[in-house]
Antibody
């Protein structure tokens, strides 16, 4: 069974930094793209960042230059380093596996598995 | 950026009724459109991917259709557990995914 468990959220002042972690299990972590998706207080969903199997990283325009995604395949872990945090970054951050699996095969692309989320609050 | 617009924002229906939710893209996303269901306090759950393919374990009352810029999620006969918020999402310009703003399906 796929499990994704986020940690590291909390209250941080504007301009501060935070590192989110995601512990993955139940699948071959190194074989699939991983993503961070956030949900704002107003319940809007926003894709934040993604990382491919080779470590190539991608960011939304709103976080590019401030956030860094990384993965440690040996530890089945995904990370999001967040710097220069702003009030607009306040959200629940989800770790998401970019694959859907049936009983017989897996298909890359759909955001098939989500963690329970970790809340990041940026406020003074 | 591809913008997804969902309509209506809120839909009030009774159990047993048919629900039809719409998602329109600002430019063609081919068939790379997914639908998610979210209940209070839970993460989104994948329902439909590639416009019309049901995810594993999703009941047959859920169906998706469309291509290009216009997509529909249909729930043929609403069950009490179907009242939730539904989001569409495109992956046409991987990995710059975007989501719609959501449709809240509430009990009438």
């Amino acid at each position: 069974e796929v499990q994704l468990v986020e940690s590291g959220g909390g209250l941080v002042q504007p301009g501060g930094s935070l590192r989110l972690s995601c512990a993955a299990s139940g699948f071959t972590f190194s074989s699939y793209d991983m993503h961070w998706v956030r949900q704002t207080i107003g319940k809007r969903l926003e894709w934040v960042s993604g990382i491919g199997t080779g470590g190539e990283s991608y960011y939304s325009g709103s976080v590019k230059g401030r956030f860094t995604i990384s993965r440690e395949n040996a530890e089945n872990s995904l990370y999001l380093h967040m710097n220069s945090l702003r009030a607009g970054d306040t959200a629940v951050y989800y770790c998401v596996l970019g694959v859907h699996c049936s009983t017989t095969s897996c298909y890359e692309g759909p955001l098939g598995y989500w963690g329970q989320g970790t809340l990041v609050t940026v406020s003074s | 950026e591809i913008v997804l617009t969902q309509s209506p924002a809120t839909m009030s229906l009774s159990p047993g009724e048919r629900a039809t939710l719409s998602c329109r893209a600002s430019q063609s996303v081919s068939r790379y459109l997914a639908w998610y269901q979210q209940k209070p306090g839970q993460a989104p759950r994948l329902l439909i991917y590639d416009a019309s393919k049901r995810a594993t374990g999703i009941p047959a009352r859920f169906s998706g259709s469309g291509s290009g810029t216009d997509f529909t999620l249909t729930i043929s006969s609403l069950e009490p557990e179907d009242f939730a918020v539904y989001y569409c999402q495109q992956r046409s310009n991987w990995p710059q995914y975007t989501f719609g703003q959501g449709t809240k399906l509430e009990i009438k």
